[in-house]
Every structure is written in structure tokens, then in C-alpha cells.
């Protein structure tokens, strides 16, 4: 068997002892699947589901906006809401994604 595949975010929550649980759902390597599809093969209600999506502004500042599976992140509201005059999604090579549902968030 092999080593379980963990995120930053994974190691952070252990490293703090935060409880977590990761969902694992069946797909394609290399093919792209939306959130809404991921909560769906999950159980979960796209309404309690986000995603995380990073940018980079003209400052070239990093910015990290957690909005819901089924919306679409609004660049320039987002420019606006950080004080820049524009923002842009980062482009990765290995895309994954990860979800997290309303009951596994943590409390603020």
C-alpha cells in the first residue's frame, strides 16, 4: 500500500492537532472535474461546499478567495475588494481539488 497523498493544508491541520476528515471521490487523472461534480460524488449539497482559488494581484501579491463550488470568482470585484487594480488566477501545473463542507469547517 502506498503513502497517503496529503495537501499543505492536511499537514497544517495535523501539525495543530485539528481534526479533519479528507473526502476522496473517484476521477480521471488529468481530467478536470468542477466542484459541483466533486460534492455531488461526495453526498455533499453544493451549497455546503467551497473552493479555495488563489490569485496573484498587480502588486504580485497572493490572494486567497473561498467562495462556493458553484460560483464563479468576479476578478474585478475581487481586484477591488484587496485594494488592487487587478488580480489573476495563478496557473498551476498539477491541479487537485479538495473540498470542504460546511460540517468539517472549523470554527472561527
Known sequence: MGKEAKTNAMRILEREKVAYTAHEY???EGVAVDGVTVAASIG??????Y?????QGSSKNYFVFVIPVAAELDLKAAARSVGEKSVAMIHVAT?????LSLHDALPI
Open 26 to 28: 473517484p476521477h480521471e
Open 95 to 99: 491541479t487537485e481539488i479538495y473540498t
Open 44 to 49: 455533499e449539497d453544493p451549497a455546503c461546499v
Open 51 to 55: 473552493k479555495t482559488l488563489v490569485t
